[in-house]
């Protein structure tokens, strides 16, 4: 595996890729890789020639108090694992190779109405930041193929769309969540957890269990939604939204059968985000 960090070798050494008429595929990530990662590398593995992914902490989708500086950074063990998993190149860029005017002179890219509400809500221009990153990727690397892991499920809608939107060439892959054996979701913020928030941390994923089988009997969706909030305060999570949408996004509706649960909340000084597709009955009542 190559590591690039500067944007002319990248476009030089993909340019070659192209004129090989070689498939390239794209896994963007923040680092601190973990098996769930891993996985979008192996999809990508499977669908193309070369394999790139990108690590880079992006600034500009952190909020004011957010844990931009906390953040993890493990290079060295990602460059390890990045090369286990069979990867092509690493584009590490700089903040400034990437945002050159800084922060406040970029160009942003903005989503609408699948970015609003849910993590969108919570986290006020956490969507433009990885809108506009993933949008600057796609231009540098000119992928035939991106992968990106289900967890994010929001973030998933917000760059299909903005693919559909701009009529971008790529084909635009969904990778199921990985989870640990006791089914927490994983992620690079678990490890923000102490021992005891750990062997509570499962909770949310198990409540989101039973209310997916709640709601697949025909139960009431407002009242299973208000038993599972109270469940997760009950276990010691703060919860930011618990909410059932169809798996566009938009409401649930009457006709809606196809539908997905969708939950973040806190727990200590981490915020997990979970989700789960739901299949409601004809039968299903708010």
């Given at each position: 595996m190559r590591t690039l960090r500067d944007i002319?070798?990248?476009?030089?050494?993909?340019?070659?890729?192209?004129?090989?008429?070689?498939?390239?595929?794209?896994?963007?990530?923040?680092?601190?890789?973990?098996?769930?990662?891993?996985?979008?590398?192996?999809?990508?593995?499977?669908?193309?020639?070369?394999?790139?992914?990108?690590?880079?902490?992006?600034?500009?989708?952190?909020?004011?108090?957010?844990?931009?500086?906390?953040?993890?950074?493990?290079?060295?063990?990602?460059?390890?694992?990045?090369?286990?998993?069979?990867?092509?190149?690493?584009?590490?860029?700089?903040?400034?190779?990437?945002?050159?005017?800084?922060?406040?002179?970029?160009?942003?890219?903005h989503v609408p109405v699948v970015g609003e509400g849910l993590c969108g809500g919570s986290r006020p221009g956490h969507f433009d930041g990885v809108s506009t990153v993933v949008s600057m990727l796609f231009n540098l690397v000119q992928p035939d193929i991106a992968c990106f892991g289900e967890k994010d499920y929001q973030q998933l809608a917000v760059i299909r769309k903005l693919v559909a939107d701009?009529?971008?060439?790529?084909?635009?892959?969904?990778?199921?969540?990985?989870?640990?054996?006791?089914?927490?979701?994983?992620?690079?913020?678990?490890?923000?957890?102490?021992?005891?928030?750990?062997?509570?941390a499962p909770t949310l994923y198990k409540t989101l269990c039973e209310l997916r089988d709640a709601l697949a009997q025909g139960e009431s969706i407002e009242k299973v939604l208000q038993r599972g909030k109270a469940a997760l305060y009950d276990a010691g999570f703060t919860p930011d939204y618990l909410e059932l949408r169809d798996a566009t996004l938009g409401p649930v509706t009457d006709t809606t059968r196809h539908a997905v649960l969708l939950a973040a909340?806190?727990?200590?000084?981490?915020?997990?985000?979970?989700?789960?597709?739901?299949?409601?009955?004809?039968?299903?009542?708010?």
């Open positions: 002319s070798e990248l476009r030089a050494t993909l340019r070659d890729a192209r004129q090989k008429d070689q498939r390239i595929a794209l896994v963007p990530t923040m680092g601190n890789l973990h098996a769930g990662h891993l996985a979008l590398v192996a999809t990508a593995r499977q669908h193309a020639d070369v394999v790139v992914s990108s690590l880079f902490v992006n600034p500009m989708q952190f909020g004011p108090g957010e844990d931009l500086d906390a953040y993890p950074r493990t290079f060295d063990d990602d460059q390890h694992h990045l090369t286990e998993a069979g990867c092509d190149l690493l584009f590490a860029p700089t903040v400034s190779a990437l945002y050159p005017n800084g922060l406040e002179a970029q160009t942003r890219v701009l009529h971008m060439p790529i084909e635009i892959i969904g990778v199921p969540i990985v989870r640990a054996d006791d089914g927490l979701a994983l992620s690079s913020r678990n490890g923000y957890l102490s021992a005891q928030e750990r062997a509570t909340a806190k727990l200590g000084p981490a915020r997990l985000i979970d989700n789960l597709s739901v299949q409601l009955p004809s039968a299903a009542r708010r």
